[in-house]
């Protein structure tokens, strides 16, 4: 069995640019979900996806979007980088319907 | 929506002795608590969890208790040990599922 990763570890952008994260879930999980963690902070839920569609979404603002693929593996892109864009990305996997969600290792992305 | 506040985000202790974080959620919907350890620059990792069904669950040194009525679930980590510095988050479901609805942390200092 293997666990959730992502890609890349770490980025470094500047203002406006646009930024692609990638996540492959835990073997046997099909749902995504994505998650913002400023520093100091606990994760905040961006959007979850399930089947290929997003499947809710957290107060987080359209240059925001992904994509699931038919292997549940997922991207997180942002359009438009910000400063406050600055954090750790956390994907997260789960069987849909089941509750325990399981971690990546997580790209810190730095918006200079 | 849910809300979950969670205290102290602070806790310092002595080896040895025991530490017990507090969280409080809004929506009597969830029914699902997991407790997560992040240590420095690591992925939030799933240490414990229980659902609305049961009121304790114990593993080894750690157990979380729950209180629906109230609205509050708790960590208690016994004998404590310098390893076990980390932040911990308590999370509970939005709207009553997946994805979760994470604390502030509290940041935990094992001292030896």
């Known amino acids: 069995e293997t666990g959730v990763t992502q890609s890349p570890t770490h980025l470094i952008k500047t203002r406006g640019q646009q930024v692609t994260l990638r996540c492959s879930s835990q073997s046997g999980h099909n749902t995504v979900s994505w998650y913002q963690q400023a520093l100091g902070q606990g994760p905040q839920f961006i959007f979850q996806y399930y089947r290929e569609e997003e499947n809710g979404r957290g107060n987080f603002p359209p240059r925001f979007s992904g994509l699931q693929f038919p292997n549940y593996s997922s991207e997180l892109n942002v359009n438009a980088l910000e400063l406050d864009d600055s954090a750790l990305y956390l994907c997260?996997?789960?069987?849909?319907?089941?509750?325990?969600?399981?971690f990546g290792p997580g790209t810190r992305l730095t918006v200079l | 929506g849910e809300n979950v506040e969670q205290h102290p985000s602070t806790l310092s202790v002595q080896e040895g002795d025991s530490a017990v974080i507090k969280c409080t959620y809004s929506?009597?919907?969830?029914?699902?608590f997991p407790w997560y350890k992040q240590e420095l620059g690591k992925r939030p990792q799933l240490i414990i969890d229980i659902r609305s069904n049961v009121g304790e669950k114990k593993d080894q040194r750690i157990a979380v208790t729950l209180n629906k009525t109230a609205k509050h679930f708790s960590l208690h980590i016994t004998e404590t040990q310098p390893e076990d510095s980390a932040v911990y988050f308590c999370a509970a479901p939005k709207g009553g599922n997946t994805p979760l609805v994470f604390g502030k942390g509290t940041r935990l200092s094992v001292i030896a």
């Open positions: 929506d009597s919907a969830s029914n699902y």
């Open positions: 997260a996997s789960s069987l849909a319907g089941g509750n325990e969600q399981f």
